[in-house]
């Protein structure tokens, strides 16, 4: 099993739409949980962290963790164009080393 | 600020040459990484530095080797390259407190024929 699994995708939404992105994981000690954007030919940014159970809200992205089930989502609400991109979710490990998913590719069609 | 700048952008080398790459931070960071990113693979630790004068492995550091030459600089070698190691290579920095994240440079990207 991989440390962190991810859709490959391709998800294709409408403009207007929830994006909903999961991933799990399977170190349980894992504290630390990033969501990185990365569009085509360029680095990933961070885009939302989260640290404890429940949801965290940026705007019109909300990251979810639930630790006890070992999975942690980003939702995209009002799906734009310019939304589409490839989404890395990571996790710092026991180690802390950030260990990164293979990436959710996200398409959304105006 | 620049942030994490990396050279060269793009580069070609012919199997069993040998180059390179070359990483800086100006965010007066401790760690610095090298990863590399294959298509379907995600981003893969090469290797890290936790603090100046420290190196260590990560998952893939077969073919390569790393200096951090100072707290800002962290460079990544490949004595004899080979296809294999076609890829795109970020660098990356974070800062020292917990829950802090990697920043990346924007990537070189490498074409062993």
């Known amino acids: 099993q991989k440390e962190v699994e991810q859709n490959s995708g391709p998800l294709s939404v409408p403009e207007g739409a929830i994006a909903s992105l999961n991933c799990t994981y399977s170190d349980r000690v894992s504290q630390s949980f990033f969501w990185y954007r990365q569009y085509s030919g360029k680095s990933p940014e961070l885009i939302m962290s989260i640290y404890s159970n429940g949801d965290k809200e940026d705007g019109r992205f909300t990251a979810q963790l639930n630790k006890a089930s070992q999975y942690v989502s980003l939702l995209i609400r009002d799906s734009q164009p310019s939304d589409s991109a490839t989404y890395l979710c990571?996790?710092?490990?026991?180690?802390?080393?950030?260990?990164f998913g293979q990436g959710t590719e996200l398409s959304v069609k105006p | 600020n620049a942030g994490v700048t990396q050279t060269p952008k793009f580069q070609v080398l012919k199997t069993g040459q040998s180059m390179t790459l070359q990483c800086a931070q100006d965010m007066n960071h401790n760690s610095m990484y090298w990863y590399r990113q294959d298509p379907g693979m995600g981003l893969r630790l090469i290797y890290y530095s936790a603090s100046e004068g420290t190196t260590d492995k990560g998952e893939v550091p077969n073919g390569y080797n790393v200096s951090r030459l100072n707290k800002r600089e962290f460079s990544l070698r490949l004595e004899s390259a080979a296809p294999s190691q076609t890829s795109v290579y970020f660098c990356?920095?974070?800062?020292?407190?917990?829950?802090?994240?990697?920043?990346f440079g924007p990537g070189t990207r490498l074409l062993v024929l």
């Open positions: 990356a920095s974070r800062g020292s407190l917990a829950f802090e994240t990697q920043y």
């Open positions: 990571a996790v710092k490990n026991q180690g802390g080393k950030l260990i």
